[in-house]
């Protein structure tokens, strides 16, 4: 089983060290960008290769939109990568990152982009990976890699034929 972990970078840097450190533990190869080495193709050539070479997407949606595309078309480079792996055939995993806001007795999603591209970029593509499909929530780096979500990895780990998945902090 080769994973491919899909999100925004900046914004999500602990929840993508705590899956990398629980794949890593399983002895999983991982296709993850802090692993990327040099290459002289684009960002999103050197990324859909890796993809391409993975059985399956850990995506990982928090409040921010990413990169943009340089095309101008709107969408971001975890869309692109999203698009891709629909093409392949292949469906992801999904997990939302939820908060509380001040006042709210439950944690929930929301869009925290403030540039209106990047904000309908981020609404537009979390419809699309949502649609049809159950999704996890989490609120804290541990939460996304620990054992609640094991149970969903490892049900899913049959579905392409291979051991149960475990991701454990």
Known sequence: ?????????????????AVLKSLRKMRL???AME???????????TALEHLRDSDMMLLVIGFKAGTLLPDGSGSTYTSAEYDELLRLGKEPLVFIKQKKGRGARHASWRNEETDPA??????????????????????TAEGLA?????????????????ENIRIHC
């Open 1 to 17: 089983m080769k994973p491919f972990l899909s999100s925004t970078f900046m914004d999500l840097v602990e929840e993508r060290e």
């Open 29 to 31: 190869v991982t296709h």
């Open 35 to 45: 692993d990327f080495l040099a290459t002289p193709n684009p960002p999103l050539v």
């Open 118 to 139: 990047k904000m309908k970029a981020l609404d537009d593509f979390k419809a699309k990976a949502t649609a049809g499909i159950t999704p996890a929530y989490f609120t």
């Open 146 to 162: 620990g054992s609640s979500r094991a149970r969903q990895l490892g049900g899913t780990g049959k579905a392409w034929g291979e």
